[in-house]
């Protein structure tokens, strides 16, 4: 089982559909979570940290759920620039601040 | 706005072939990364320094590859001989020390090597 893991998709949304993705992880020790956006042939850009309470910014949700060791992203009213590769990063070791990426999940808004 | 600067930016290279990267990470940034990226897939923590220390590398392929930064200021990564299945991108990435639960990476735009 890989560390982290994702679903590639791509997701292929209208403009202003709300849209989630999941991001599981495997080391029960990570202690910190992270979404990273990528635009295509860009370098990745931390989109937001991922709080134990979960927390807001703008039109983006992050959830985490330690019971089940997953991570969520939801976007609300989806904008065409919203298109690019999401990245979930965890801490694999438990304090030691070595990251671990997912694969991505793509995300396509269309007109 | 400062950023992580890389070099160079392509590299086109024959199988067997040595080939080095360089990264100079934000001023102040105590941590480096290097990464590999493969087309559609997440990057791939290749190494750690916590300045001129390594912190982890247990996926470096060590036969082939290696890294230094001796000042614990800017990094090379090298590999040698070169093989088709190492063409990528590598990305270098920094941050300050990691303290906490949140600390953000900071990327170079990435050296897209293509070995032929």
């Known amino acids: 089982r890989k560390e982290v893991e994702q679903d590639p998709g791509p997701f292929n949304v209208p403009e202003g559909a709300t849209v989630a993705f999941n991001c599981t992880y495997s080391?029960?020790?990570?202690?910190?979570f992270f979404w990273y956006r990528q635009d295509c042939r860009k370098e990745p850009k931390l989109l937001m940290s991922?709080?134990?309470s979960g927390n807001e910014d703008g039109r983006f949700t992050a959830q985490l759920n330690r019971a089940s060791q997953y991570i969520s992203l939801l976007i609300r009213d989806s904008k065409l620039s919203d298109s690019a590769t999401y990245l979930c990063?965890?801490?694999?070791?438990?304090?030691?601040?070595?990251?671990?990426f997912g694969r991505g999940t793509s995300l396509i808004v269309h007109p | 706005e400062a950023e992580v600067a890389q070099s160079p930016r392509y590299k086109i290279t024959e199988k067997s072939q040595a080939v080095a990267f360089w990264c100079d990470p934000i001023?102040?940034?105590?941590?480096l990364y290097w990464y590999r990226q493969i087309l559609g897939q997440g990057p791939e923590l290749l190494v750690q320094?916590?300045?001129?220390?390594?912190?982890?590398d247990s996926q470096l392929p060590k036969d082939r590859f290696s890294a230094e930064r001796l000042k614990g200021v800017d990094s090379t990564l090298k590999i040698q001989p070169a093989e088709l299945g190492d063409s990528a991108m590598y990305l270098c990435?920094?941050?300050?020390?990691?303290?906490?639960?949140?600390?953000?990476?900071?990327f170079g735009p990435g050296t897209r090597l293509t070995v032929t």
């Open positions: 990435a920094s941050t300050y020390t990691p303290t906490g639960a949140y600390w953000e990476q900071y």
């Open positions: 080391n029960s020790a990570s202690q910190s």
């Open positions: 991922v709080y134990s």
């Open positions: 990063v965890v801490e694999s070791s438990g304090g030691s601040y070595i990251p671990t």
């Open positions: 001023s102040g940034h105590a941590t």
């Open positions: 320094f916590q300045d001129e220390s390594v912190v982890d």
